[in-house]
């Protein structure tokens, strides 16, 4: 009789975690080859749990890309994203903690704390390798190894795809046997309007300065997917931007509303690049004192 070999399918939750700004969504979209979480150049940018899952021949990975771990909360949506990142430590099957080799190596780090509660195998990311040199990736290697037992430790530069073809196989070796958690054509668990309101919300960091992208929520108001009159899809996309404060409303407005102008057109070209259609956008700027600390409003926007 023949020998049927059999195949192995291994499948489990990958947990991406570190510090705000370190390369966290960048190594994500990488990993899974797709644009999944928004990156900027500022702290905080990411502020859900974003999942991203990899299906291959013989496995999936189901990663989730989560808020960097905010020192000192300075208010309940920063204790919200911690809360995210807490809760990632206990649903891993393999947890990456991304470090950013530019940081300074301080022992007060919190996410030290979270880190030994990890059961999970863990893999040090050393990222941003492209600005560092040898005997500094050494040193950073060694001063982490020394405070937490990682399974293994890969240098990688996520942003120019150096030693990321490394990282899934190191993934795949920890990661448990089982079936697929979701269908293989599946990339994310998050609507489609998730994407635009993060869109937008990418584009608000890029375009304005100091407290305002920090100071801004987005909220998608209505999503219809008709038709014009020539028979061309399109999408018609109803957004709200909440501030906390009228003088910032006036900064997001601009001089006769050239900024909004620019933002929508420029989060206008994104989304027709993820949807695929044209996109009409309406913007509307809101004043929603403080929302950042209102538990109602932060449990509506899906933090709580
Ligand atoms: N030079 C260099 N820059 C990188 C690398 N990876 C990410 N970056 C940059 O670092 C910045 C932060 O990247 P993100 O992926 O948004 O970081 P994050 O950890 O998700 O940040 P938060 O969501 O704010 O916690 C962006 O400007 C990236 O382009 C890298 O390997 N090398
Ligand atoms: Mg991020």
Known sequence: ???????????????????????????????????????????????????GILTGSD????????PGY???????????MNRFVEGTVEDADVMLFVFDLTEELEDDNPVIEVLKKATSPM?????????????RLDDVGNWWRKRIS????????????????????????YLPEGAP???????????????????????????????IPYSCEVQIESYHETQTNDGTPIARIHASIFVMRETQKAIILGKNGVSIKKLGTQARMDIERFVQTKVFLELTVKVKDNWRDDDKALNRMGYL
Not at 59 to 65: E, L
Request: aromatic content about 8%.
């Open 1 to 51: 009789m023949d020998k049927v070999e059999q195949v192995i399918f291994r499948s489990g939750f990958v947990n991406i975690i570190g510090r705000p700004n370190a390369g966290k969504s960048t190594l994500m979209n990488a990993l899974v080859g797709e644009r999944m979480s928004i990156i900027t150049h500022k702290p905080q940018t990411t502020r859900h749990r974003i999942i």
């Open 59 to 66: 496995f999936q990975m189901v990663f989730s890309d989560t």
């Open 70 to 80: 905010v020192k000192t909360p300075s208010y309940r949506m920063h204790n919200a």
């Open 123 to 135: 893999l040090l990311i050393l990222n941003k390798m492209d600005l560092v040199n040898p005997q």
């Open 150 to 173: 990682f399974s293994e430790a890969i240098a990688v530069s996520a942003q120019k795809g150096t030693g990321i073809s490394e990282v899934l196989p190191a993934i795949l070796r």
């Open 181 to 211: 958690f979701y269908p293989a054509d599946q990339l994310t668990d998050r609507p489609e309007r998730f994407f635009v309101s993060e869109i937008i919300r990418e584009k608000i960091f890029i375009l304005y300065s100091d407290e």
